[in-house]
């Protein structure tokens, strides 16, 4: 198996309501690519959001008591943490400089994904935040619809983004989003090298695949928001984001 990642390169600085599937188009063109069968589209977080129009302006937001008292735990804005609570289904952990809420997709996180990096809006950009996509399953599904229209190929589009995790530092990529590709993969009841029949094992492939792509994106100034990906080890099939996450009454973290 080769699995080969490539970022696409040249891809402008995404606005409200740009035609995204348009300019990754040319953006494969410019980078000599013709989708295949079977390939994937990995997309950042932030290029969804900003086409999707998910920018938010601080100096708009009227806190809530709730979220004032958060604020003043938390130490942070009070304008920030009443767009995660309006982002959120449930608050998690709160403490100094910590805010770990369930989002309202399922999947748990800081600060419901809200963040100021890699924006570009307005005057000052400690005014100007980025929520996550409305729907990250939705506009994947969107995006590939568009792009297998064009190509006349069968596609997988995920959309991913940076989270940190229990018990361990640093950020990594992780799914919040995808269409035509399963996020996990069921091997129980297969062999293994020595005939042992798999009992518990499920890939999460979703997630696997994102940190991949998000190795490769990086994290600062690269400006490489969109991955092509060849030779993904498993079939596409239709998949959504609640097959990675976990149910609640078998989450022993919380």
Same mark, same amino acid.
């Not at 599904?141 to 596609?155: A, D, P, Y």
């Given at each position: ?12 600085l995404?606005r409200? @309501? =740009? #035609?995204?599937?348009g300019? +990754? $188009?040319?953006?494969? /063109?410019?980078? !000599?690519?013709r989708?295949?069968?079977?390939d ?11 086409a999707e ?6 100096r708009?937001?009227?806190?809530s ?14 304008r920030?943490?009443?767009?995660v609570?309006c ?5 998690l952990?709160a403490?100094?400089g910590?805010?770990?809420?369930e989002?309202k ?5 800081a600060n ?9 809006? @307005? =005057? #000052?950009?400690?005014?100007w +935040? $980025?929520?996550?996509? /409305?729907?990250? !399953?939705?506009?994947a ?15 997988g589009?995920?959309?991913?983004d940076?989270h ?21 993969v069921?091997?129980r ?21 994102a ?7 990086g994290?600062?100034?690269?400006g490489?928001p969109?991955i ?17 996450i976990?149910?609640?009454e078998?989450?022993l973290?919380?």
């Open positions: 198996m080769t699995l080969t990642l490539t970022p696409l390169r040249e891809i402008p995404i409200p @309501g =740009d #035609d995204l599937g300019i +990754v $188009l040319q953006a494969l /063109e410019r980078t !000599d690519i989708l295949q069968d079977g994937i589209l990995v997309f950042a977080q932030k290029v969804i959001s900003k129009g998910r920018i938010v302006d601080l708009t937001v009227t806190p008591p709730r979220a004032r008292e958060l604020a003043t735990v938390t130490e942070k804005d009070p920030m943490v009443e767009l609570l982002e959120s289904s449930q608050v952990r403490q100094p910590v805010l770990i809420v989002h997709a399922g999947f748990v996180c419901a994904g809200i963040d100021h990096s890699n924006l570009g809006a @307005g =005057d #000052d950009p400690e005014q +935040v $980025l929520l996550l996509p /409305e729907d990250s !399953d939705v506009s599904h969107n995006l590939r619809k568009q792009l297998e229209k064009v190509s006349g190929v069968g596609l589009i995920l959309i991913i940076s940190g995790r229990a018990w361990r530092q640093g950020t990594v990529g992780i799914s919040i989003g995808f269409s035509g590709l399963p996020g996990l069921d091997l009841g297969q062999p293994d090298l020595f005939d042992y029949t798999l009992r518990i094992t499920q890939v999460g492939a979703g997630d696997e695949l940190a991949a792509a998000s190795l490769v994106m994290q600062a100034a690269e490489t969109v092509h990906v060849r030779g993904f080890p498993y079939p596409l099939r239709d998949g959504a984001l609640k097959e990675l976990r149910p609640k078998q989450d973290f919380r």
